[in-house]
């Protein structure tokens, strides 16, 4: 997204950098990133514009569709939870398919609470038709997936080593998430 905003004003590479620079991530606010864009460069970007666009710069490979469906075939109940707002990440979880391939999507605006906190779980797994007893949480913030996993009693996973925030040990620590289907099968 950072990428065609830059290409649609006419700036340069050091632009993109800026705007993954302070991006933290996903975790800056984005009225706050897209005001501090429109102060160093000069070029408005609106939070519907970005929600609206970014969505279809998003992706899944196609593994991690096939090893949410072997859950699913499994017997497992699976669900997405998501800190964000209602279109952008509705219109992520429709671009990648991942809305259709689980049982329950739980979107923290929609829910009135977000990860960490243990309630937005036990909501995502009421929608799901199942319990949070052992149940899994896999995902890629320490300080959010992990530690609201851990707030949830669930075993988690943690993806990657994207964010630097403290870090609650997980379970199971992974560089990709397609490592983690044998992981829960096996539980």
């Given at each position: 997204m950072g990428s065609v905003v830059v290409g649609r004003a006419g700036l340069g590479a050091d632009a993109v950098e800026w705007l993954v620079a302070h991006d933290n991530g996903g975790f800056t606010p984005r009225l706050q990133l897209f005001a501090g864009f429109r102060e160093r460069f000069g070029v408005a970007v609106s939070v519907d514009e970005y929600d609206r666009e970014h969505p279809s710069f998003t992706w899944v490979d196609q593994p991690v569709l096939d090893g949410i469906a072997s859950l699913r075939t499994a017997g497992w109940r699976v669900a997405v939870v998501?800190?964000?707002?209602?279109?952008?990440?509705?219109?992520?979880?429709?671009?990648?398919?991942?809305?259709?391939?689980?049982?329950?999507?739980?979107?923290?605006?929609?829910?009135?609470?977000?990860?960490?906190?243990?309630r937005i779980f036990a909501i995502?797994?009421?929608?799901?038709?199942a319990t949070l007893v052992g149940g899994w949480m896999v995902g890629d913030h320490p300080s959010y997936d992990i530690a609201g996993g851990?707030?949830?009693?669930?075993?988690?996973?943690?993806?990657?080593?994207?964010?630097?925030?403290?870090?609650?040990?997980?379970?199971?620590?992974?560089?990709?998430?397609?490592?983690?289907?044998?992981i829960i099968l096996a539980g």
């Open positions: 998501t800190n964000g707002g209602v279109v952008q990440q509705s219109r992520k979880l429709e671009h990648t398919g991942i809305g259709d391939a689980v049982d329950y999507c739980c979107i923290s605006e929609a829910a009135g609470v977000r990860k960490p906190d243990a995502a797994a009421e929608g799901a038709g851990i707030n949830a009693n669930l075993s988690t996973i943690r993806i990657g080593h994207r964010h630097d925030a403290p870090t609650p040990i997980a379970d199971h620590h992974l560089i990709s998430v397609q490592g983690v289907f044998p």
